[in-house]
């Protein structure tokens, strides 16, 4: 797994080369990791660059396994800025993962804006966590239209959609 994810680390910086969204300063970027459960969560990594590029690293119980590209539509990156702002993601704790029930998958969302870079790590078994915490991953997913790579919450490894 920690293989697969540095491969992953070092097809997104190959790919943000290539792109252009590395410059002499920071590149704003929103990331979410969707990790694994006990059962076929999909697991995967997206992440949204302030330039309209997606990038898409699918590892398990998803439709398309491996890492492809996408850009968004409209506004979306600013859009989850200004939901990061409105859920209060900058000033939440840096974890939720307290294992108040099992089995639960979990999601770790990363910002790197004009300030700096947030990053907060979610058990989904952890009551504790602030909805506004769930909605923000769930917005993400579908600004990026997730299920395009991932397929339906059901998708089992090798099933084709």
């Known amino acids: 797994m920690i293989i697969r ?30 990790g694994m459960c006990f059962g076929t969560c999909p697991v995967y990594t997206v992440t949204l660059f302030e330039n309209g590029s997606v990038f898409y690293h699918g590892e398990r119980f998803v439709k398309e396994a491996g890492n492809l590209t996408g850009t968004l539509n409209g506004s979306g990156f600013s859009d989850i800025l200004q939901a990061c702002n409105e859920t209060g993601f900058f000033q939440m704790n840096d ?15 990363t910002v ?24 923000l991953e769930d917005l993400i997913d ?13 998708t089992a490894e090798g099933e084709q959609i």
């Open 5 to 34: 994810m540095r491969s992953a680390a070092l097809v997104l910086g190959i790919i943000l080369v290539l792109t252009g969204v590395v410059s002499g300063s920071s590149p704003q970027y929103i990331s979410l990791e969707r």
């Open 95 to 109: 974890e939720y993962v307290n294992l108040d029930m099992t089995d639960m998958p979990s999601a770790t969302i």
């Open 112 to 135: 790197q804006n004009g300030s700096g870079i947030k990053r907060v790590e979610h058990y989904h078994g952890d009551t504790r966590a602030p909805a506004n915490l769930t909605v």
């Open 142 to 154: 579908e600004t990026v239209q997730i299920t395009r790579w991932t397929g339906g919450s059901d």
